[in-house]
């Protein structure tokens, strides 16, 4: 990837961006969350829902569309709307 396709990657706000570190899991351009489960975290995020696998989810950070959520975290799921993709 070069610099200015890096670059547009960075800036488009209509895709989900991922961090996991150890039992943090950032997901920036998150517009809102959907649902709330015992073993799960679904989020609206661009033209994408993330789902956070896991379980101990404790919402740390919710920043103008960056979320941080710390947890016992097993795996991420994206998903797209309905009739999309």
């Not at 919402?59 to 097993?74: D, H, M, N, S, Y």
């Amino acid at each position: 990837m070069n610099f200015i396709e890096e670059l547009e990657y960075d800036l488009d706000f209509r895709e989900p961006k991922i961090v996991i570190k150890d039992n943090l899991c950032q997901i920036d351009n998150a517009k809102s969350i959907v649902m709330i489960g015992s073993e799960s975290m679904t989020v609206e995020a661009g033209k994408k829902f993330v789902t956070v696998l896991g379980s101990d989810f404790i919402i740390r950070e919710i920043l103008e569309r960056r979320l941080l959520i710390e947890g016992q975290i097993k795996g991420i799921e994206l998903h797209y709307p309905s009739g999309k993709g």
